[in-house]
């Protein structure tokens, strides 16, 4: 059974930086093409950036591109996201969850982690 932990949200300024990480447990991480999502307030869940087995390949949401960086650690069976020059349309709740490929960006797992908030006040 597959374990996302979520860790490293926070409250912010706009214009501030957060660096988030998520530890897999309960498969082999570097046989997955990883991603993250985030779901704000009475939205549905979106995708946000993905990344390929061994992290030559990344794909990013319009919106965060050119300020989110996505990358992972196959030893240490960690994905991050570094996020930087926040803004208040950020704020959401963050998850991690595998993909199926990084064109349909649709997740693979079927369970979810508890995610971790990111708050960015203007």
């Known amino acids: 059974q597959v374990q996302l932990v979520e860790s490293g949200g926070g409250l912010v300024q706009a214009g501030g930086s957060l660096r988030l990480s998520c530890a897999v447990s309960g498969r082999t991480f570097s046989s997955y093409v990883m991603g993250w999502f985030r779901q704000a307030p009475a939205k549905e869940r979106e995708f946000v950036a993905g990344?390929?087995?061994?992290?030559?390949?990344?794909s990013y949401v319009d919106s965060v591109k050119g300020r989110f960086t996505i990358s992972r650690d196959n030893a240490k069976n960690t994905l991050y996201l570094q996020m930087n020059s926040l803004k208040p349309e950020d704020t959401a709740v963050y998850y991690c969850n595998a993909v199926d490929t990084l064109s349909s960006r649709r997740p693979t797992f079927a369970s979810w982690g508890q995610g971790t908030q990111v708050t960015v006040s203007s």
């Open positions: 990344i390929s087995f061994s992290g030559g390949w990344t």
